[in-house]
């Protein structure tokens, strides 16, 4: 997806999440980065951006926490992540749509 930065246009990687349940979100995070690869690896050359938007429970820090684990341990998401010029996590509930929004 493309989308209008500050530089100009910038091709995305956007996701939408619903986590229900953090007591499982660790496994579900990874199941997300492994699915990020693949989204990555089909998505243009160019693509400088990683937008995820998600719902629940699970505050955005412990997303990020987690995310940053997976990256670590990851030589390819490690080099995906470095690509990026824009990553971030967006999280809302129902009534609050824009609850937290922190950088990967």
Known sequence: MDLESPDGPLTS????????DPTT???????VAEKFKVHRMSSSPDTRGL?????????AGEFVRRWRELVAADEI???FMS?????TVRRGTA???RLET???
Request: charged share 15%; glycine share 6%.
């Open 13 to 20: 990687v956007m996701i939408g999440l619903a986590i229900p």
């Open 25 to 31: 979100a660790d496994a579900f995070i990874a199941e």
């Open 83 to 87: 690509t990026l010029r824009y990553a």
């Open 51 to 59: 937008f995820i938007s998600m719902v629940g429970e699970l505050p």
């Open 77 to 79: 998401l490690s080099t």
């Open 102 to 104: 922190l950088s990967l």
């Open 95 to 97: 009534s609050e749509p």
